[in-house]
């Protein structure tokens, strides 16, 4: 079974959880901004169909 040689740092491992929050976020908003963008019917980067009866 294969073990780690020495401990990661904590500046290490923060460094990684932040850059992971961070893209968590980005994408989280760009998720936001698309689904208020199509309940506005403004978008124009996403094709969708409305069924209207």
């Known amino acids: ?7 990661t740092s904590k500046a290490k491992k ?9 893209k ?6 760009k998720a936001l901004a698309l689904a208020k963008s199509v309940l506005k019917g403004q978008t124009t980067s996403f094709i969708y169909t409305l069924d209207e009866e």
């Open 1 to 7: 079974m294969a073990v780690p040689k020495k401990r």
């Open 14 to 22: 923060n460094s990684r959880k932040a850059t992971w929050k961070r």
């Open 24 to 29: 968590a976020n980005a994408t989280g908003q």
